[in-house]
């Protein structure tokens, strides 16, 4: 795990290393274009515990309504409270202003076992060949 390191989950979250413990999470370019314009957005609260591939969110957008599965566990540290106020930003800007949020994972070998950008986009290919046929 290397700072600033991004991995990806198969369920579209992506995963930045802070530091050796921290994370921030948000979703991915992908399933933003995906779910169309989101005008909704849950969020847990500081202090909750996320479980990894347990729901923690759910964001209603034009294409419906969506779960977000956790890539890791953790504490979540702090909440993009901007996104929950204006959740466009997410679809305006995933990676920066739109993220959702920082999370303190006790081990660093579930963000190891998130796929590389690079697996991520050979994941993407072959679902959307799924997609296709």
Sequence with gaps: MEIGEIRFSRDHIWVRADDEILVTLGITDFLQEKLGEIYSLRL???????????????????????????????????????????????????FAEGWLLRVEMPSGQEFDDLLTEEEYEEFLSEEEELEED
Excluded: C, H, Q
């Design 44 to 94: 847990p609260e500081e202090g909750e515990e996320i479980i990894k591939e347990e729901a923690f969110s759910a964001v209603e957008a034009r294409n419906g309504r969506r779960e977000l599965i956790a890539p890791i566990s953790g504490e979540v540290i702090e909440v993009n409270y901007e996104a929950l106020e204006v959740p466009e930003i997410i679809n305006e800007d995933p």
